[in-house]
């Protein structure tokens, strides 16, 4: 059992909220996280209203969000949750299927700190809850990228002004187009010649000039503004 990731702000068990309408699938989900000692399951929600309730009153650290739910789907809750005073430091970590879910674009601009394919493996769905925990994003994996500039190119994207981005430095600019790549800190240091620490600096900044809830958000910033171009 993996006992090194807890919440970063108390020191605790990482609080995972399980939102999905199928019951096995959550059965599924609890079991595998029951097993890990820095992880808790502390309630399940069959529609994305449940999920919002949820949240408010237990206040998890990531909540493991299906998309296709009843009543309200995973990113209108998502965008409640991500709106909402107070849960600031919740974040949501999106489910969804590679070739049939079209909206994991949507779902990164209402709030999202990433996403996981509902195939993904026992491993991967640990890693990506410690990930989120830890305020990351789940974007470094190649099949993100790639699905993100699928969604892109689908759909009309509305192209920010220049000034946007006219709060940036050049090389904030440099460094919110690696993190559209979906490049780690330490990438974008051994591209730019600036060590990690550095580079986490310069997203930090571009992050608060930009009012980007997290490193998800640059992404879509980054695509929306023209800085990456989606995948042919």
């Known amino acids: 059992m993996n006992t090194a990731a807890v919440s970063p702000l108390t020191n605790a068990p990482i609080k995972v909220l399980l939102a999905d309408d199928e019951g096995l699938v959550r059965s599924g989900f609890r079991v595998l996280l029951d097993l890990e000692d820095d992880i808790t399951v502390v309630g399940e929600a069959t529609n994305g209203h449940e999920a919002v309730e949820w949240t408010r009153a237990i206040r998890p650290d990531v909540v493991l969000?299906?998309?296709r739910m009843p009543k309200v789907d995973g990113i209108q809750a998502t965008a409640q949750i991500a709106g909402t005073h107070g849960l600031e430091q919740v974040r949501v970590l999106i489910l969804?299927?590679?070739?049939?879910?079209?909206?994991?674009?949507?779902?990164l601009q209402a709030g999202a700190s990433g996403f996981l394919l509902k195939d993904a493996g026992p491993a991967?769905?640990?890693h990506a809850i410690r990930v989120i925990a830890a305020g990351d994003a789940l974007l470094a994996p190649r099949i993100t990228?790639?699905?993100?500039?699928?969604?892109?190119?689908?759909?009309?994207?509305?192209?920010?002004?220049?000034?946007?981005l006219a709060v940036l430095t050049e090389r904030e600019r440099q460094v919110l187009a690696l993190v559209g790549e979906g490049?780690?800190?330490h990438e974008i240091g051994a591209e730019l010649f600036l060590s990690p620490a550095t580079a986490r600096t310069h997203v930090s900044r571009a992050m608060a000039k930009l009012g980007a809830r997290d490193r998800a958000q640059l992404v879509v910033i980054a695509y929306q503004t023209g800085l990456v171009s989606p995948a042919v």
């Open 124 to 126: 991967e769905l640990l």
């Open 183 to 185: 490049l780690s800190n």
């Open 96 to 107: 969804t299927t590679y070739d049939t879910d079209a909206y994991v674009f949507d779902a």
């Open 145 to 164: 990228r790639r699905l993100i500039g699928q969604f892109t190119a689908r759909r009309t994207a509305v192209r920010a002004a220049e000034d946007r």
């Open 65 to 67: 969000m299906d998309i």
